[in-house]
């Protein structure tokens, strides 16, 4: 089931999601979003670490509670 997200903007899809977290995980590890695949390992293919983890998550849920009414990571 798609995200909801706030009234005009419509459900989240899934390419809409994976692009969303390939361009951020991109600007958090200061690489081409291009270069980061679906299937690819955080540490051992990204070479990322926890802090980088948290960041993405801080960031996605940034995103999307602009766009979600009540969106929350807890």
């Given at each position: 089931m798609p995200a909801e997200t706030h009234v005009g903007q419509g459900p989240l899809d899934?390419?809409?999601?994976?692009?969303?977290?390939?361009?951020?995980?991109a600007d958090i590890l200061e690489i081409e979003p291009a270069s980061i695949n679906e299937g690819?390992?955080?540490?051992?293919?990204?070479?990322?670490?926890s802090l980088a983890l948290i960041e993405l998550v801080e960031?996605?849920?940034?995103?999307?509670s602009e766009r979600?009414?009540?969106?929350?990571?807890?």
């Amino acid at each position: 089931m798609p995200a909801e997200t706030h009234v005009g903007q419509g459900p989240l899809d899934r390419p809409s999601i994976l692009t969303l977290v390939k361009d951020r995980l991109a600007d958090i590890l200061e690489i081409e979003p291009a270069s980061i695949n679906e299937g690819d390992s955080f540490r051992d293919d990204l070479d990322a670490d926890s802090l980088a983890l948290i960041e993405l998550v801080e960031a996605i849920e940034e995103e999307l509670s602009e766009r979600a009414v009540g969106f929350r990571i807890d």
